[in-house]
């Protein structure tokens, strides 16, 4: 029943075919069908239970990795470090089973958006009915403020006009008309006899007849494709899947060899079992999923401060690998309030009324804009209507006020605007005459005209050439107004449509006005800044093609010779023609919610990734869908908001670079960590794994390891969340979604300085054995501990000087890395500690001598980086 063109039926074929009456159904029918098609609710999904959930978490492979750690290290008997792994482990876990609620949360939300109440004829009596019990075939009595109860056929209407934005993207009230349409295959926002469930009635009444209810209408069928959109994993949550796999094969092949080269070389068994052991606990990153959840709560704090209100927080990193934006028009790019920006006559066209609001015939222009409308004060503010609102605040803005013109030209009677004549006339006492202004649609009003009033710069009236200007306004997206005047010299007749046929005509023109829904002021930089950091703005819209051209190619979006892809026309490409150009098509309209996601897949497939911006209902499927999804928090819908990863609070297009920015950043200092903690662990595998081809003895003991894993990883590695962004961060382009994380130099640095850091420690333990001191592990454990501490000093920045940026720049670090070298101090000089550590004091010149070879860490790193400047290794690593 959903796919009958119902508004290309006349109201006679309509109800045959839904076996209905123009005075409704009887109960004993309703009753029948209802059975048959169900409730007229939106049915709730299975919801998992909270247990299930959290199960679920502890499926990823990394997260399985940790448990094992943590139980490895439990057996070896270091329970503080397993209780630390469980703990990461778990604040993750729970932190991930929160987002799995935000699907059922956006369905709950449509379900909210019903009607609760509608006004329907049953056995020919209007009765007021649970908005549930409806049936298509059902005759429902709307009215304005209604919500509409589900989507109807219209068969009666009077003055009708619905705000339908949230659902079609259409930023004005849309006038409806209960004639027959001839076409089709019409887009939803074109479809007007027709009214669809959730939508707002602004003003008229109507009567309609049911033809689908629940899911059957346009937005069950939205939340159809919510509930079955799964979402997108996120480019950190990929990459770091995969680093985890990686890391724990290579760490198992790994300590396969240390712990059979031990035995080899005549070590105890169990001694090597349990170095292999606390190897592979060290060479796990523990630390990550708390560095990675650490900075992404950061991050989302700083947000927060500007307006950006982040929902899931794997959203804030993934901006950073963001390669298009497709945001919503209304509401989003512009401001969702019409202007008035054109006046237009025979002669002229101006941009401000107020330029020539003293001449003939402008002074008449806004006279009539300030007169023909219904706009009331509510506290001292106008409302009304968005474009009569318009139209009254650019007529105040220009000298004409209300208030005092109707004091000199009282209004004595009017004609609604209604659909067949789309127009609307007021007439006005002036002395003993009257005066009736008429403003409409031009093709309505302009052949209606006789003459127009002149000026300086007049030319001679010719209603063709004036319909011409005005085709020619509304193919550069404005909607565009006539305005005419008529003297008379008493009220005509009283009835209604013969008194208005008898005005409204003989006219004389007063001017065109042109009113479109601006872009937002900063709304154009924010494209330009998306631009400069190598982000393509893509708009889709649910609004006029002409619309959609004038106000891309104002901001910045596309070009003049690009032109506009519409829903019909996408409808009519198959997959692969589409796939072909969807790269380079920059605006959409008219398109439908599955059209919205048909884009963004089709994105998605070319290897984008893809951010979704919108405030409406239209827009939940694709913003769930989408790489990250982000609503408009003042004037967008919940449904919108549930779907979204990221609310902007104060729907400020240009508080997504700002979000960019932080993203970028995030992901910057994540992978500072990674190579921080690689290459520091790196340089242990490498001093146990040759120290016996070396003919010298396990270097280490378990405790050791462990305990240089649990400082250096813990306070410094989550010092780099704090770390500010690098120079020229929005100045380079996105990272590919499906780049790997070791990219641009990094598998290289995590080589060469594990193997620096383990030749400074081979290095050390060869020294000391040769002066046959007692301490020489002691001296490996402090070179090693301490090396880690100067290279993670030193990779703050990946090209910058530590010089240059300052030691001070990231005082969280600063701090860090001094307490932790005061906890080495203590295991080398605490005797208590010496116990447990196995550990023994150093003499002043041998601890110097570990702090310099540790400090040649830094040195190697400056220069590393110095190298990176001058562009003579790394080359593709960018800015």
Sequence with gaps: ??????????????????????????????????????????????????????????????????????????????????MAILVIVLLNALISALQEYRAERAVAALRAMSAPDARVLRDAVATTLPASSLVPGDVVLVEAGNIVPADMRLLTCEELQLDESSLTGESHPVVKSSGTLSTPDLALADRCNLLFKSSMVTRGTATGVVVATGIYTEIGRIASLLRGEKAVKTPLQVRLTRFGRNLALAVLGICAVVFTTGLLQGQPAMLMFLTAVSLAVAAIPEALPAVVTLSLAFGARLLIRHQALVRNLPAVETLGSVTYICADKTGTLTQNRMQARLFVNTGAQYERLSEVASATPWRELGTAMALNNDITLVDGQPTGDPTELALYVAAQQAGFDKTALNASLPRVHSFAFDSERKRMTTLHRQDHAIIAYVKGAPEQVLPLCIDALGGIHSAPFTPDNVLRSAESLANQGYRVLA???????????????????????????????????????????????????????????????????????????????????????????????????????????????????????????????VAMTGDGVNDAPALKRAGIGIAMGLKGTDVAREAADMVLLDDNFATIVRA???????????????????????????????????GLPIPLLPV?????????????????????????????????????????????????????????????????????????????????????????????SDRASLFSIGIFSNLPMLTALLFTMLLQLLVIYLPTLNDIFHT??????????????????????ELEKWLIRGGHIYQSQGT
Aim: hydrophobic content about 45%; charged content about 20%; proline content about 6%.
């Design 840 to 861: 023994q004091p150093l003499p002043l010149l041998d601890l110097l001598v570990c702090l310099f070879l540790a400090s040649l860490v830094l040195a190697a790193v």
């Design 1 to 82: 029943m959903n796919q009958t063109p119902w508004h290309s039926l006349d109201n006679d074929e309509v109800l045959r075919r839904l076996q209905a009456s123009a005075v409704g159904l009887t109960t004993e029918q309703a009753r029948q069908r209802q059975s048959h098609h169900g409730p007229n609710t939106l049915p709730e999904a299975r919801r998992r239970s909270v247990p299930s959930i959290l199960l679920h978490q502890f499926t990823d492979f990394m997260i399985l990795v940790l448990l094992v750690a943590a139980l490895i290290s439990g057996i070896i008997g270091d329970p503080q470090d397993a």
């Design 660 to 694: 960019v920015r932080a993203g970028r950043r995030i992901f910057d200092n994540i992978r500072k960590f990674i190579k921080y903690t690689m290459s520091s662990n790196s340089g242990e595998i490498w001093t146990l794994f040759f120290a016996p081809f070396l």
């Design 483 to 609: 305005l005419a005047q008529r003297t008379l010299n008493d009220l005509p007749a009283t009835e209604r449509k013969q008194s208005a046929a008898t005005v409204e005509t003989h006219l004389s023109f007063l001017g065109l006005v042109a009113l479109i829904d601006p872009p937002r002021d900063e709304a154009r930089q924010a494209v330009a800044d998306c631009l400069s950091a190598g982000i393509i703005p893509v708009m889709i819209t649910g609004d006029h093609p002409g619309t959609a051209r004038t106000i891309a190619i104002n901001l910045g979006i596309m070009q003049e010779e690009q032109t506009v892809l519409t829903g019909p026309a996408l409808a009519r490409m198959s997959d692969s023609q589409f796939s072909r150009i969807v790269d380079s098509v920059r605006a959409y309209a008219r398109v439908s919610p599955e059209q919205k996601l048909q884009i963004v897949k089709a994105l998605q497939a070319k290897g984008e990734f």
């Design 704 to 796: 050791h390891i462990l305990w240089i894993n649990l400082v250096t990883d813990g306070l410094p590695g989550l010092a780099f969340a704090a770390e500010p962004a690098e120079p020229g961060i929005m100045r380079r382009p996105p990272r590919p979604p499906n780049e790997d994380i070791f990219k641009h130099g990094m598998w290289q640095h995590v080589v060469w300085m594990g193997l620096l850091i383990g030749g400074l420690a081979l290095a050390t333990q060869a020294w000391a054995l040769a002066r046959h001191v007692e301490y020489w592990q002691t001296m490996v454990f402090t070179v090693l501990t301490v090396a880690q501490l100067f290279h993670a000093l030193a990779i703050r």
